[in-house]
């Protein structure tokens, strides 16, 4: 079986890699040999392969600077992913789509599902929604949405703000976490063993939120951090209004998915 990977070094990417790489016949692009923003390209260079399967997950994923460069953020994370449904709906192959919790306005008491209504509040969680829906051009898809990212997998960078925690305090330095900001962090690794075992079980296409289970604010996961990591908390408790950021963020984001498809949340093998 033939798998075309997007965005293969990213942090998500490497570890779908690293699970993808045994039993499959691996096609991995990096950016300069196939940019997602040049849909033409990425339609005819989806034809050429002719995979089974494409995983994209290729993102422009710099949510402030997308306030002030939206044509970018838009060619990645949305034009570029029509151009991949297109190209799938093409070859008849299955489309996997990364996308994100900043679609959701986190004004909520309680994780979101996937039926709930998504309302965005920046430029970069507009650019996601669209990704979303061209994705649906594939007649078979997968929009996984994912969030707070942790972990890495081998050859992949250790990113995120659960890595600058962890660096942080192995450092001794102070750290400020949000009070106010409520996530689902998920393993990275935990990600893309889902990934696969949805695409084995034939799931029917659709959304599903991809996340390891609970959930907790950013200063509760660096207390446990600080905890797991045997370093002394040096922690500073912030809110989002504190902050002078371009682009809103949702406060409570946490993720979780409808019994109907909870075949792929995740649980940490930790």
Wanted: glycine share 6%; net charge neutral; charged share 25%.
């Amino acid at each position: 079986m033939k798998v075309l990977v997007l965005g293969a070094r990213g942090q998500l990417g490497a570890a779908i890699v690293d699970e993808f790489r045994r039993g499959c016949d691996l096609v991995a692009p990096d950016h300069a040999e196939l940019d997602l923003a040049d849909d033409a390209r990425v339609h005819a260079r989806v034809l050429a392969e002719k995979p089974a399967i494409v995983i994209n997950c290729a993102a422009y994923n710099a949510v402030d600077a997308a306030e002030d460069n939206p044509v970018a953020a838009l060619g990645v994370n949305a034009f570029g992913v029509r151009a991949l449904a297109r190209a799938a709906a093409d070859l008849d192959a299955t489309l996997v789509h990364y996308s994100t919790d900043f679609v959701f306005d986190g004004r909520t008491d309680r994780p979101y599902v996937e039926s709930d209504t998504p309302n965005p509040q920046s430029v970069y969680a507009v650019s996601k929604l669209l990704g979303e829906w061209f994705a649906a051009d594939a007649p078979r898809r997968y929009i996984l949405r994912v969030e707070s990212l942790f972990g890495h997998a081998p050859g992949g960078p250790d990113r995120g703000s659960a890595a600058g925690i962890a660096s942080r305090l192995m450092a001794g330095e102070e750290v400020r976490a949000f009070v106010d900001r409520t996530v689902s962090p998920t393993y990275v690794i935990d990600a893309a063993c889902a990934t696969r075992r949805m695409l084995a079980m034939g799931l029917p296409s659709g959304i599903y939120h991809c996340v390891n289970s609970g959930y907790c604010t950013w200063w509760e996961f660096a207390n446990e951090a600080a905890r797991l990591l045997e370093r002394p908390a040096r922690l500073v408790p912030i809110r989002v209004d504190d902050l002078s950021l371009r682009a809103r963020r949702p406060r409570a984001s946490c993720g979780h998915s409808t019994p109907r498809n909870m075949a792929t949340s995740t649980r940490s093998r930790r």
